[in-house]
């Protein structure tokens, strides 16, 4: 079945510093999703991508689907401890009944 | 607009033993998935229902069964229990066509 890697597994930074977590597949995506998991907390939806090389930003975030849809980033610019938590990629299936999760990337952020 | 509730929170069950875990959708949501999370991994998709009917299933036994109500409310099934079916549970709803999925809190389960 279809497989989205995600790198690196942990990030530790300090409050102020970036930090990026990436995506990666093997084959082309229909559709990339983003969600967070604060510790001890559920996913929660942040954003989706569809389209060849698109970006989006959310505040402090910023989002990008590879041009050739088999990648996608998600950048936060000068982290907040409020950013702490596991950030998930997630893509469909052609059918687009399946949603599959990457193993996440878990930010901790030292104040 | 209400969120997705799943109960109950926490379950410790015993080896063999069956378990039902419960899932209220969000209104308006016709499509719910059930995932298993174990700790420090990513949730696994484990089946979706939609309209009352499985729509998709992932690499999981004939074990874990789920139910869908006409209200979009669901249940998820798992018989013969075994130790590494320890995980946190969770649903998630939404509305076929749009983006995101709702999740709700999950169900802590614990088999000994």
């Known amino acids: 079945g279809q497989q989205v890697m995600q790198i690196p597994q942990y990030q530790h930074v300090q409050e102020g510093e970036d930090f990026t977590t990436y995506c990666n597949s093997s084959?082309?995506?229909?559709?990339i999703q983003w969600y967070k998991q604060r510790p001890g907390g559920h996913p929660v939806f942040l954003i989706q991508?569809?389209?060849?090389?698109e970006v989006k930003k959310q505040k402090r975030l910023t989002f990008q689907f590879g041009e050739a849809k088999k990648n996608s980033s998600l950048h936060i610019t000068a982290t907040q401890t409020t950013d702490v938590g596991t950030y998930f990629c997630a893509a469909h299936n052609n059918a687009g009944n399946m949603l599959t999760f990457g193993g996440g990337t878990r930010l901790m952020v030292k104040p | 607009e209400t969120g997705v509730t799943q109960s109950p929170t926490h379950l410790i069950k015993t080896r063999g033993q069956q378990v039902t875990l419960r899932c209220s959708s969000q209104s308006g949501h016709n499509t719910v998935s059930w995932y298993q999370q174990a700790l420090g991994q990513g949730p696994q998709f484990i089946f979706q229902y939609y309209r009352e009917e499985e729509n998709g299933r992932g690499n999981f036994p004939p074990r874990f069964s789920g139910l869908q109500f006409p209200n979009y409310s669901s249940e998820l099934n798992v018989n013969a229990l075994e130790l590494d079916d320890s995980a946190l549970y969770l649903c998630?709803?939404?509305?076929?066509?749009?983006?995101?999925?709702?999740f709700g809190s999950g169900t802590r389960l614990t088999v000994v």
């Open positions: 991508l569809v389209k060849s090389g």
């Open positions: 998630a709803s939404s509305l076929a066509g749009t983006l995101g999925y709702t």
């Open positions: 084959t082309t995506l229909s559709n």
